[in-house]
């Protein structure tokens, strides 16, 4: 049987970014995003890890996309490119996010 995976979305700041999905083993997972994060961003990841282990980690990760159509779930959101966006996850939580026009 298969080890369950998570998937975490990559955003990037290119204009043609697809918003890919892949696979990550659950201790990819806990050194992308440590302490119960489900945002990171990848400067800030290779910072902490280091740029030989976290080229590991996701090299690993990107041998595993995920078709989005047959995905259950998105539990994690890797940005590239977007420190500006920073400010709007201060604690790295979506769930903590900074709600911005959205009236409920």
């Not at 975490?8 to 918003?19: E, F, L, P, S, W």
């Not at 996309?65 to 966006?85: E, M, W």
């Amino acid at each position: 049987m298969k080890a369950a995976r998570k998937n975490i979305q990559v955003i990037d700041g290119a204009g043609n970014c697809t918003y890919s999905l892949f696979a990550a083993t659950d201790e990819e997972f806990s050194a992308i995003f440590p302490n119960g994060a489900d945002i990171e961003f990848a400067e800030d990841f290779f910072d902490r890890v280091g740029e030989v282990a976290g080229t590991k980690i996701t090299s690993a990760i990107w041998k595993r996309p995920v078709d989005k159509k047959a995905a259950l779930g998105i539990h994690g959101t890797l940005f590239y490119q977007l420190l500006q966006k920073k400010r709007y996850y201060p604690t790295k939580k979506e769930s903590e996010m900074i709600p911005l026009g959205i009236d409920t």
